[in-house]
C-alpha cells in the first residue's frame, strides 16, 4: 500500500490555525481519492475532508466553512487547512488513500485546541 506521513500537527488555542501536510508515497494523481480523518479519544473515526482526481472536494458538515483541503501533485502531498479552530477539533488526524486495491493509512498526527 502507499505510505502515507502526516505533519503539521501540534498546539493551538481556540481560534487559531494549523495546516496539515500528507506526503505520500507516490503520485497521488494515481489515487482515486485522498482525505483527512479524525478521532478523538472514546470515538469512532470519522470523515473530515476528501478529494478526488479533477479536484472535485468533499467535507463533513462540522468543518463549517473552517476547512479547505487541497493538493500539490507535483509535490504528492495533500493539505489541511484548519482555521477558527475549537476545542471540539482536538484529535489526531490521520491521512487516507483510496483506490480499488487499496486504503492506506498514516500514522496520524495530534492536535489539541486549548479553551
Known amino acids: 500500500q502507499v505510505r502515507l506521513v502526516e505533519s503539521g500537527g501540534g498546539l493551538v488555542q481556540a481560534g487559531g490555525s494549523l495546516r496539515l501536510s500528507c506526503a505520500a508515497s507516490l503520485s497521488i494523481s494515481a489515487i482515486n481519492a485522498m482525505g483527512w480523518y479524525r478521532q478523538a479519544p472514546g470515538k469512532q473515526r470519522e470523515l473530515v475532508a476528501a478529494i478526488a482526481t479533477g479536484g472535485r472536494t468533499n467535507y463533513a458538515d462540522f468543518v463549517k466553512g473552517r476547512f479547505t483541503i487541497s493538493r500539490d501533485n507535483a509535490k504528492n502531498t495533500v493539505y489541511l487547512q484548519m482555521n477558527s479552530l475549537s476545542p471540539e477539533d482536538t484529535a489526531v488526524y490521520y491521512c487516507?488513500?483510496?483506490?480499488?486495491?487499496?486504503?492506506?493509512w498514516g500514522q496520524g498526527t495530534q492536535v489539541t485546541v486549548s479553551s
Open positions: 487516507n488513500a483510496n483506490s480499488p486495491y487499496y486504503n492506506s
